[in-house]
């Protein structure tokens, strides 16, 4: 495999940070239709009536249809997209929090599937699996050439039914195989430790319909083992995003009640609201208010906000309010900038179509798409600066983002991505191995976590030397 192949690998998992969307659910129709392009209509029927007579095969009309339908929503923006049946359920799962397959936190690791964690209590956690074991192999298929998400793909099926894994442990220095049976998997998007006596590091890697209520019980969890908790670090680090009631529950944990937590702007009546740290905007169906359980120390504990380029969405609706506000130290590099809100109109029971509907804006007004959150302290990805964050894909990377008319190009940014990607190819061409990963969030070895501390107990704190503000590619107006 060439470096440069090499060096796309890498970036894979970085890639995805800005495919899950904050989205609201909905299966409200619009009391009226715009006048329909009849010639135009006429066209695609004429078009449908050829493919079918004269293309070389027979072809599946369902299909056809099917695939018009996500070329005509797929050409508008990068997060727009028809929803069939199989992609409809994939999305369900990944916003419901559960789906049925082994039960590991994963990541690639020199071409192979590395076990961050097994999820207590699942298949992989009974059958033995710890982190930093590597699986080379998935039924009979070799992983190396895999993409993560066909590797993903391969594990989960249906329930009750077997995968067998070949698994390395590089602590034993042994190759062996596993068995799993597949169940039903409650993802856990939450996790918490203290991470030195007095302070805390809760980790929200995703916005699923449970985060509120693990949140909770986690931060609960911490508040038990010391009640004097004198700092607390949220880390929002490649949290692609999610549920938008899910984002302003965890701001409201925070902050005062009633302030504005985020706007949105757009063509419908509805698309443009406030929302703001009450109940009413994230309790689901008049239930209880998940916030009630939270400890009264939170609303003033010292805080500071970890994000990075994979940090989107609803991540970047918390880092914002919070910031606004001025209830946290927002640390780390400018995210993703993805400020568009998507909203789930259902076509039948089995597809949908999501459709960007509106755009985000912070409590102060400032607006996400395209820029991010800019952080108060900029911080490399390790001591010895920063490896992969040049190269990592942003929303203003995307083709068709939503942007302005007076969108201008960032020649900067072009030229330091090449630059990075160039070294990283000559590195490997010179190694003929790939660069050593980032040390795992929250482990002994993460720079920023060290540095966050720091800022928590008043210690001095090692910014970032080359790290800096990137304009907004477009600056929409409200």
Do not use: C
Request: aromatic share 6%; proline share 6%; hydrophobic share 40%.
């Amino acid at each position: 495999m060439g470096s440069k192949l090499k060096v796309a690998g890498l970036l894979a998992i970085g890639a995805v940070a800005g495919a899950l969307t904050t989205m609201q659910l909905t299966a409200v129709a619009r009391s009226s239709l715009a006048p329909l392009p009849l010639e135009e209509l006429q066209q695609l029927a004429a078009v449908f009536s050829i493919v079918k007579s004269e293309y070389v095969e027979a072809v599946d009309e369902k299909k056809l249809i099917s695939d018009a339908i996500s070329g005509m929503v797929g050409g508008l923006d990068p997060h727009s997209q028809y929803f069939d049946r199989k992609s409809f359920r994939e999305f369900r799962e990944n916003t419901g929090g559960k789906f049925v397959g082994i039960g590991i936190e994963m990541g690639m690791e020199d071409g192979v599937v590395r076990v961050v964690s097994p999820i207590e209590g699942s298949p992989a956690f009974r059958a033995g699996l710890k982190p930093g074991d590597l699986i080379t192999r998935i039924d009979d298929t070799p992983v190396k050439g895999l993409s993560v998400d066909q590797a993903v793909r391969r594990m989960r099926g249906e329930p009750n039914t077997k995968v067998n894994l070949t698994v390395f442990r590089k602590s034993e220095s042994r190759t062996f195989p596993v068995t799993i049976v597949r169940e039903e998997i409650r993802m856990q998007s939450v996790r918490a430790r203290m991470v030195e006596p007095g302070y805390g590091w809760v980790r929200v890697s995703q916005f699923q319909d449970r985060t509120v209520d693990d949140f909770v019980r986690k931060v609960g969890e911490l508040y038990q083992q010391d009640p004097n908790l004198k700092g607390l670090v949220l880390d929002l680090r490649n949290d692609p995003g999610g549920l938008l009631d899910g984002a302003i529950a965890l701001s409201a944990a925070f902050l005062p009640d009633d302030v504005v937590v985020v706007t949105t702007n757009g063509q419908l009546p509805e698309s443009r609201a406030t929302f703001r740290a009450s109940p009413e905007f994230y309790t689901r169906r008049g239930g209880p208010d998940p916030l009630k359980r939270l400890p009264a120390a939170l609303k003033k504990v010292p805080l500071v906000v970890l994000v990075n380029e994979g940090s989107a969405s609803a991540s970047e609706i918390v880092a914002g309010a919070l910031q606004d506000h001025k209830r946290a130290t927002i640390m780390g590099a400018q995210t993703f900038g993805k400020g568009s809100v998507q909203t789930v109109r259902p076509l039948s029971p089995e597809t949908a179509v999501k459709l960007t509907t509106a755009r985000y804006y912070t409590p102060a007004g400032k607006a996400i798409q395209a820029k991010g959150i800019v952080p108060d302290v900029f911080l490399d990805e390790t001591a010895e600066g920063n490896v992969f964050a040049a190269l990592r894909t942003r929303e203003a990377d995307l083709e068709k983002h939503l942007s302005g008319a007076d969108e201008k190009k960032d020649p900067e940014r072009d030229k330091a991505r090449e630059e990075a990607r160039r070294k990283l190819e000559e590195q490997m061409a010179r190694s003929k191995e790939p660069p050593k990963p980032l040390p795992e969030f929250g482990s002994a070895e993460d720079w920023p976590l060290q540095q966050a501390l720091n800022q928590l107990r008043g210690l001095p704190v090692v910014a970032s030397k080359t790290a800096a503000e990137r304009k907004a590619e477009a600056t929409p107006a409200k």
